[in-house]
């Protein structure tokens, strides 16, 4: 029975797009002398939600050009919008705006297409402690969370002071390869005082009759929080994961005005771990074999706002505050 159902499901689902989303599509534009596109344009603001609607509307295009527009480089993107006024019999000239807004939306498309690729180069690229730059941002690492605490040795158990599981930190980064890093890096870098926080509060004793020095002499698992370090490498998974997914779109559509890049993803980590770090006290964990269970549910929280097309994750990283105009 249910499979029966399924079918016929898909069956009404093929129908609507292969014939009564056309016809409706051929009516709106009779009736408005407008095509789809001009449509979705004139009637969205800049964002997520007008740039859903102008992929989605690509996407399941006929037409070759309209489809090929998806995968395009950025640098063609200006004469790709000429070439679609053209086929849509559209001047450009009494139709300014247009132009103005498919430019802005088609850039945000295939900037994301680039950004998953740059993203995931960096996830694919092992640590590797034979080369220089590697060390040095590891090192950088250390100076940016330990600022007043020299490091005795490169292999040092002191690497968990800073939330590592061992006295060797390339071996936690095998999951993100350096993706794990340069979070964490900028995270430190570019919000150091919400970074050295977190860190010291995931330092803490669970329970209060705990005192430190007692604390001190057990398990750095005992903490309130958990493995600093370690929770940046999953959260940058879970990002990672995000962004793949192409459940990202929606927050980086709002918060970059043209092509998000690495420092918008790189933003969007710091939001996370921040509010995740929120989340962790609020669910209260027992230990820290509950991880797995809070990460799912506070990933499953995130999907959920993610799928409000107006919604921006990092509210002041906006894209009505980057005073953009008429786009």
């Not at 609507?16 to 407008?34: E, I, P």
């Not at 088609?106 to 900037?111: N, S, T």
């Not at 941002?137 to 599981?165: A, N, V, Y």
Request: hydrophobic share 40%; glycine share 4%.
């Amino acid at each position: 029975m249910k499979h029966f159902l399924r079918v016929v499901t898909q069956f009404f689902v093929f129908l609507y797009c292969k014939c009564l989303w056309r016809g409706l599509k051929f009516v709106a534009r009779k009736f408005t002398g407008n095509c789809e596109l001009q449509r979705i344009c004139y009637n969205n603001k800049h964002g997520a939600r007008r740039t859903l609607k102008i992929e989605s509307s690509l996407r399941f295009s006929k037409n070759e050009l309209l489809q090929s527009a998806l995968s395009i480089h950025p640098d063609k993107v200006e004469k790709t919008i000429e070439d679609i006024m053209a086929l849509k019999k559209i001047n450009p000239d009494t139709n300014p705006q247009l132009g103005i807004s498919l430019q802005a939306s088609l850039l945000q498309i295939v900037g994301y297409r680039s950004l998953v690729a740059e993203v995931e180069k960096l996830r694919k690229e092992p640590y590797d402690c034979e080369n220089p730059e590697h060390e040095d941002m590891l090192m950088k690492l250390w100076k940016e969370l330990r600022p007043d605490t020299p490091l005795t040795g490169r292999i040092s158990k002191q690497w968990c002071e800073i939330g590592f599981q061992g006295s060797d930190p390339k071996t936690d980064f095998r999951g993100m390869g350096l993706l794990g890093l340069h979070n964490l890096l900028y995270f430190a870098e570019h919000d150091k005082a919400t970074a050295l926080q977190m860190l010291h509060d995931s330092l803490q004793p669970k329970h209060n009759e705990i005192n430190k020095p007692e604390w001190e002499q057990k398990n750095l698992d005992k903490a309130i929080g958990y493995s600093f370090a370690i929770v940046g490498i999953n959260i940058t998974d879970l990002a990672y994961s995000l962004l793949v997914t192409g459940a990202l779109k929606t927050h980086l559509y709002n918060v970059a005005p043209e092509m998000p890049s690495l420092l918008h993803f790189q933003q969007t980590f710091c939001y996370l771990m921040q509010e995740f770090h929120r989340f962790w006290i609020e669910e209260d964990p027992s230990d820290i074999m509950e991880f797995n269970r809070v990460r799912s549910k506070f990933h499953r929280r995130i999907l959920r706002q993610l799928k409000n097309p107006d919604m921006a994750l990092c509210p002041h990283f906006s894209a009505s505050h980057l005073h953009l105009v008429n786009l």
